[in-house]
């Protein structure tokens, strides 16, 4: 079996947004990411239109282990129904245990409200205002209860539950993780949340505030190494989590687009939303200095805001950083093997220890 890792990059734009294609006519989905060892897909992110995507890559729901999400904004998981209920119908007799959903917790608090507010906010659901991944997937089922009931009763199709698997991250005591106080402690070490006999999945919190917990995921293979920052602004623990990667994904924002945006909306929600991007999120020659500074051999720009940029948007990352620099379209696929040599020789001190 061709175990050679690579990425599938099954959408490639950020933010809750539908972008219209821009004149080179590109028209990007939403963020999601496939990372494929041999004939094993772990899927990273269910932004609009990753279960379409998954299946015009030519994946199938056999062959997916986990579905990693980094945080759980609308435009990370807005098609998890998708991925859930289809996903469900199309998947056979697995052999062995149901699709790991891995991904953050409930907050356990509200973050705090704006300085620009005007008046009393309140969360729209008093009695889980911030759900976590296990309790969002069990929220969808009940969604779409008619559907499920259908074809259970009907259909005689097994649970759900005997193909997905929802769990919410555990972040390690001695972080010192707080949701408003220390959302990304300083000097936090990389710790495991998923392994089988072809991955182990190491993971660490980064900075996209207010979001607490948010994550970024590294995924190590015998042959290479593959870290997805997730949404965040630069953040050592970032660098730390991909040192010596051999391919970093890593968000970008153009800031001028986000200075000129919002003309539609009023001052106050404008306002805050350009603080939300400078203080949140990255641009792509800030990139470009985390990747050196982690010492990646490449560099790709994906959840790319605005999704219909011009392509020269995105080039100052190869300003700062001097390895290859992707900025991938829907749908294409980037090896993140090492050289065979640098494989072999890493492959054999693994064996030693």
Known sequence: MDLTPRVITLGTAGGPRWWGAPSAGR?????????????????????????GQFAEAGLDPNQLRGIFLTHLHSDHTVDMAGMLLFGWMMTGQRPGAPVRIIGPGDRGMLPPVNKNAEGDIQPLFADTPTAGTKDMVEHLFRAYSADLTDRMLDSLRPSPYTVFEACDIAIPAEAGYHPNENATPEGMEPFTIYTDELVTVTATLVAHPPVAPAFAFRFDTAEGSVTISGDTAPCANLVRLARDTDLLLH????????????????????????????????????????????????????????????????????????????????LETISFARPRNEALAAATSTQKD
């Not at 985390?290 to 020269?312: I, M, S």
């Open 27 to 51: 028209r990007r989905n939403g963020i999601a990411t496939a990372v494929v060892v041999g004939e094993a897909v772990y899927l990273v992110d269910c932004g609009r239109g990753a279960s």
């Open 251 to 330: 968000e970008a924002i153009d800031m001028d687009w986000a200075a000129n945006s919002y003309a539609d909306v009023d001052e106050a929600t404008r306002t805050a939303t350009i603080e939300h991007h400078r203080k949140s999120h990255t641009t792509p020659r800030q990139a470009g200095k985390l990747a050196a500074a982690a010492g990646a051999r490449a560099l790709a720009l994906h959840h790319l805001v605005p999704g219909n940029a011009e392509p020269a948007v995105w080039r100052s990352a190869e300003e700062a950083f001097d390895g290859p620099v992707f900025v991938p379209d829907d």
